[in-house]
């Protein structure tokens, strides 16, 4: 009895939304890996830094979620949208950096940032809707996409800019069937930080098209540089914003899965164009972040020390200044943009100072292969013959990494521009 | 301006907390005798004391967060070790082993709903779901253009699922029958021959059966609980299930979706690929609860589960009995497993309620007493009664749905009849 006599079949749209995923990619990159080298692997590619004992959570967050659990009062089903208490301490949260106030009501807890990409982007769903996209991006997006029926484009992020927007090339791919436009602010994976008079003209360029701005803050209070981090929400009176948050980077706890979705939205629009109740039905068939965790959110909002803070940002200033010092010095990486915030840089293969080498994914697996040691190739973020590079681990296996890194590079380096380089010493 | 989504307007915008929120809406907040609220409109027993989780689970997970081991991602299709203590698990009761492979974590056995419906929406399909039902399916069906199609179960032939039925709406765009055992809403526990007729059915049609098992092992009456994937070889089953009823933690979100398929005619590469695709693109439940499961699964003491099948057995018991003494309400079946069970309502017989809703809502208002309206859960004048609480509570709110009933009802002729209020 085959296959072909039994009616059902698979959602053929999967298969395209699954060309999106960084963990496809990255899996196919480990095949490579020797395992005959008896070296650790250094993975410069994910996303979570909590298996590294530097990037432990505070104490302060692993006893509120024992308490609630302890307590056995949440061990029931939460009402949709999150419990109260959630709702309201993450309301007062991100009051704090805005210049308003957010209720209860503006707050939607999600089970991680994931699920409240998937809100957002199936409340946006009708038939012809396009939504504008940033590239290099985080591909969650385009395969939430996908699945929705929602028809993508790009706009650019413009490196020599600081990867800021390129929002003349935004505006030329705006019609009438535009709906919303994604930034994520830090930026993942370029490692910029926006400044607040770039953010107002994102909004006022929104504002101008009549689409939302959908603000993906995974990596809030994550800077290191010199901008500081400035939420979206507060130009919500220009343009509307549904702003993306987590506990998983700021509290290094993405195995946590909670997660929120906030209205920065002070006219009303969403209300007024069918958005809220469009929120409230997604959230209906979706399922949720466990009670006991969201029970815990108030305490630990409340009350994480700065000082755990402090420690987070130190090490991620420590591991991404080491890693732009090493890697401007590799002639085979340009571009190569400072990084300010969240985990991650991008930087650009120069295949004229490599030999044998012809595009990012044979690079990021020779490397995997020869080195134990895990890069990103850029084709998965949209930009082909990029890497990402993620800095966020112990230091001092960043620098063993990068050590093998620079070793790698040089091994397979032009030996023309070898030449050049022993004249000059 | 953009707009939402509006394209799920009727009849999916039901959900049972919806229909309970505005049931608790309209409580009388000057309730002259100040009585607490009992609702029995939930599958969620957790309220009443007598309802609580085995400190084996509180333990193994408070030791999988201690351990700073968990708090990063699991892998999309879940934990190796979760999958591998489930696949163990449910195959202590079925005939042939599960792998590991065969088990995905999902965030609750609503993931698990989603997850089957998704893996097989395609343009024109349609799915068969029981009448009455779990809202949830529906729900989802809408969100990803699959159309549902119900079958009535029969009420006077223990719940049991219309064949007759499945046969006239199965056609060639039909992909899965539903079906949900132990019962939700209706507290029947499926014998042994009646799945293995259900089973047929499906296999005729070329259709797999969504087994929805969250309330597996909860059967206190004469049939045992019988898994649907006994008759995988048969034909192929999606088995859905969950910790949240039988450790009676729905709040933690830890449930499955496994394909009890033996001769690998749902799973073949092509399907498992698109399986793995899914989940990676949705995300799962929380890693250190996950990372609990195995320590669950193995040291929950057959005590605990005995305690709980005792106390709903009784409550059930005593639900049965207090409906008996209420003339508008009969229940046709007395409930053998799950959490809950429908009643028939009587319009007839009342003065001034027109039907199921008139009457939840009324009663709400009056007794503080909350019942499900069974239109909800697709029957209307009738109403879904959760037993799973404190016998006390349960056995006050039914002597207060009594006196509604009564103060409602049509004075028999010719007596005179004294109205307790």
Known sequence: MGMKEWKFRGNRDLKTASAFSIKRVLDDVKRNLDQSDGRPIIPLSHGDPSSFSCFRTTQVAEDAVVDALRSAKFNGYAPKGGSLQARRSIAEYLSRNLPYKLSSEDVYVTLGAKQAIEVVLSVLSRPGANVLFPRPGYPAYEAHAVLNHLEVRHFDLLQEKGWEVDLNGLESLVDDKTVAMVIINPGNPCGNVFTCDHLQKIAETARRMGILVIADEAYAHLTFGTNPYVPMGIFGNIAPVLTLGTLSKRWLVPGWRLGWIARNDPDGIFEEHGVVECIKRSLNTNTEAATFIQAAVPQILENTTDDFFVKTINTLREDADMCYEWLKDIPCFTCLEKPQGSLFLMVKLDFSQLQGINDDMEFCSKLAKEESVLLLPGFVLGLKNWVRVTFAIEPSALEDGLARIKSFCMRHANKQSNRDICLLI | ?421
């Open chain 2, 1 to 421: 301006m953009e707009n939402g989504n509006m394209k799920m307007e009727t009849p999916t915008n039901v959900t049972i907390k919806g229909i309970l929120g505005m049931l608790m809406a309209n409580l009388d907040d000057d309730d002259e005798k100040k009585r607490r609220v009992i609702s029995l409109g939930m599958g969620d027993p957790t309220a009443f004391s007598c309802f609580t989780t085995t400190c084996v689970a509180e333990n193994a997970v408070v030791d999988a967060l201690n351990s700073q081991k968990f708090n990063g991602y699991s892998p999309t299709v879940g934990l190796p070790q979760t999958r591998r203590a489930i696949s163990e698990y449910l195959s202590i009761d079925l005939p042939y082993k599960l792998s590991p492979d065969d088990v995905y974590i999902t965030a609750g056995c609503t993931q698990a709903i989603e997850v089957a419906i998704s893996i097989l929406a395609t343009p024109n399909a349609n799915i068969l779901v029981p009448r009455p039902g779990f809202p949830i399916y529906d729900l989802c069906a809408a969100f990803r253009n699959v159309e549902i199609r119900h079958f009535d179960l029969l009420p006077d032939n223990g719940w049991e699922v219309d064949l007759d039925a499945v046969d006239a709406l199965a056609d060639e765009n039909t992909v899965a029958i539903v079906v949900i055992n132990p019962g939700n809403p209706c507290g029947n526990v499926y014998s042994y021959q009646h799945l293995k007729k259900i089973a047929e059915t499906a296999k005729k049609h070329k259709i797999v059966v969504i087994a929805d098992e969250v309330y597996g092992h909860l059967a206190f009456g004469p049939n045992p609980f019988v898994p649907m994937g006994v008759f995988g070889s048969m034909v192929p089953v999606l088995t859905l299930g969950s910790l949240s009823k039988r450790w009676i933690v729905p709040g933690w979100r830890l449930g499955w979706f496994v394909t009890t398929d033996p001769n690998g005619i749902f799973k073949n590469a092509k399907t498992v690929e698109r399986l793995k695709k899914y989940f990676d693109i949705c995300g799962g439940p929380a890693t250190f609860i996950q990372a609990a499961v195995p320590q669950i699964l193995k040291e929950t003491s057959d005590a605990f589960f005995a305690r709980t099948l005792g106390i709903l057995k009784h409550t059930s018991d005593l639900c049965v009995k207090k409906i008996e003494d209420i003339p508008c309400l009969t229940c046709p079946t007395k409930p053998q497993g799950s959490m809950a069970v429908m009643v028939k309502l009587n319009v007839s017989l009342l003065k001034d309620i027109n039907d199921d809703i008139d009457f939840c809502f009324k009663l709400a208002r009056e007794e503080s007493v909350i019942l499900l309206p069974g239109l909800t859960v697709g029957l209307k004048n009738w109403v879904r009664i959760t037993f799973a609480a404190e016998p006390s509570s349960l056995e006050e709110a039914l002597e207060r749905v009594k006196n509604f009933c009564h103060r409602h009802s049509y004075e028999p002729k010719g007596s005179f009849s004294l109205i307790q209020d």
